[in-house]
């Protein structure tokens, strides 16, 4: 059984199913601390920085939080390159 989905590179041998991610923001925000510690709280963080800085924070739709250490725009644009990619091998230009 063969799976067809994305993976997304967060950095230091960690993906996650692009599919699934919600946002991507900075971890420097009030907001984005409190999310964070809530999620630690209910068992939903998962740490992903291999012990360096946390650069950017990955909410999927099953509400996990997800600690990267690879800034947030460099995920974004890998992201956008994966739906690209989906766009135009669902609907190829000849």
């Known amino acids: 059984m063969a799976c067809k989905c994305k993976i997304l590179n967060i950095g230091?041998?960690?993906?996650?199913?692009?599919?699934?991610?919600?946002?991507?923001?900075?971890?420097?925000?009030?907001p984005m601390k409190r999310i964070r510690e809530e999620a630690k709280v209910n068992n939903r963080l998962i740490d992903a920085t291999q012990g360096r800085r946390t650069r950017s924070i990955i909410v999927t739709d099953s509400n996990h939080v997800i600690l990267s250490a690879i800034q947030a725009e460099t995920i974004a644009n890998r992201l956008?390159?994966?739906l690209l990619t989906k766009i135009e091998e669902k609907d190829p230009q000849d």
């Open 80 to 82: 956008s390159a994966d």
């Open 12 to 30: 230091f041998g960690n993906s996650v199913v692009a599919d699934r991610v919600v946002a991507i923001v900075q971890p420097s925000s009030a």
